[in-house]
């Protein structure tokens, strides 16, 4: 079983910039893809970006990409995602989740592990 934790998220002001981490245990993280999901209230969760097992392959949501930035470090069980140039529609709790498949993808069905969120607040 893999256990999934979410730190870093607070509140920033717009146009600014934070990095939340997910720090997994109990399993072969290195085996894993990893993706990161964000739910606002009264939407529904959305991808916003996915990184497989070795880091090569990496996709991002439309409205993150060129501002957000996926990473993984396998040596310390992490995968981490920097968001710059935050804009108040950024603001969620945001998701990390792992998918024994090893490779990037967008569904969300597609992973077997969550986490409990990070809450990111961004003012205007």
């Known amino acids: 079983q893999v256990q999934l934790v979410e730190s870093g998220g607070g509140l920033v002001q717009a146009g600014g910039s934070l990095r939340v981490s997910c720090a997994a245990s109990?399993?072969?993280?290195?085996?894993?893809?990893m993706g990161w999901f964000r739910q606002a209230p009264g939407k529904e969760r959305e991808f916003v970006a996915t990184i497989s097992w070795s880091g090569g392959s990496i996709y991002y949501a439309d409205s993150v990409k060129g501002r957000f930035t996926i990473s993984r470090d396998n040596a310390k069980n992490t995968v981490y995602l920097q968001m710059n140039s935050l804009k108040p529609d950024d603001t969620a709790v945001y998701y990390c989740a792992a998918g024994g498949h090893g490779y990037s993808s967008r569904a969300s069905e597609e992973y077997h592990y969550w986490g409990q969120g990070t809450q990111v607040t961004v003012s205007a």
């Open positions: 109990g399993g072969t993280f290195s085996s894993y893809g």
